[in-house]
């Protein structure tokens, strides 16, 4: 049974920086490809990263692109997601979800396997 445990959520000022982890259980991260998605208060839940099975061809929603890094470490079977310069607007409850297919995937349906999420507070 794949369990996939979220981590690294906190309050942090804008500008600041925190690093989500997510720990998968049950099977190798290397066997799937990986996504982290948020959600905030009264929304639907928006990509916001995801990487391959190889850990490569990452692919970032616009707001994300360099000052977010999504990254695998296949040792420690956990996944990350690295988030600098934050702001307000980054406030939600992030989701780590794992997927068995044949590609990266941007799409919340397509996801096989999800964490519980880990809450994000940027103040202004």
């Known amino acids: 049974q794949v369990q996939l445990t979220e981590s690294g959520g906190g309050l942090v000022q804008a500008g600041g920086s925190l690093r989500l982890s997510c720990v998968a259980s049950?099977?190798?991260?290397?066997?799937?490809?990986w996504a982290w998605f948020r959600q905030a208060p009264g929304k639907g839940r928006d990509f916001i990263a995801a990487?391959?099975?190889?850990?490569?061809?990452?692919k970032y929603e616009d707001s994300a692109k360099g000052r977010f890094t999504i990254s695998r470490d296949n040792v420690k079977n956990t996944v990350y997601l690295q988030m600098n310069s934050l702001k307000p607007e980054a406030t939600a409850v992030y989701y780590c979800?794992?997927?068995?297919?044949?590609?990266?995937?941007?799409?919340?349906?397509?996801?096989?396997?999800w964490g519980q999420g880990t809450q994000v507070t940027v103040a202004s």
């Open positions: 049950g099977i190798p991260v290397s066997k799937l490809d």
């Open positions: 979800a794992a997927r068995s297919g044949l590609r990266v995937s941007k799409i919340e349906g397509e996801f096989d396997y």
């Open positions: 990487v391959d099975r190889m850990g490569t061809d990452p």
